[in-house]
């Protein structure tokens, strides 16, 4: 009807059927940011945030994340995960934030990474919203991904 994959011929949602598809080792990663303040900035860095260790509340929310991708996304399929990596880098004015997510199957994880960025964010957000309610989740997306039918892709 519509060439998306998650529409039936008769227009109705489905889940796509990934059976005959070749398992192939997958990768994908996504990037986001939480822009804030500098002092914000600074007291995440020197781990001075009234709730405790943002970062790795933020890493253990990313990796959390990415497992419950399935649960969370309508359609989605839910993947073994063989890695996730949640990368975090405290700049001036904000953090910086890299999800790596890794499967041997038969369909892509870039919803894994995207979550996985999403959560670290929200994370981070919540851990320091009392100081900074300026703060902004921003510049979500997929960076890179390989493995599958339609082979590798990287952002520019």
Known sequence: MSGLTHIGADGAARMVDVSAKPITTREAQAKGRVVMK???AALI?????????VLAAARIAGIMAAKKT??????????????VNIDLIVTQDAVEITATARTT???????????AVSLAALTIYDMVKAVDKTMRIEALRLTRKTGGKSGEFSAP
Not at 70 to 83: K, S
Not at 105 to 115: D, N, P
Request: glycine share 14%.
């Open 38 to 40: 500098p002092e914000t």
């Open 45 to 53: 860095q020197t781990g001075q945030a009234a709730k405790g260790d």
């Open 70 to 83: 399935g649960e969370l996304i309508p359609l989605c399929h839910p993947l073994p995960l063989d890695a």
């Open 105 to 115: 199957g038969r369909t892509g994880v870039e919803m894994e990474a995207l979550t």
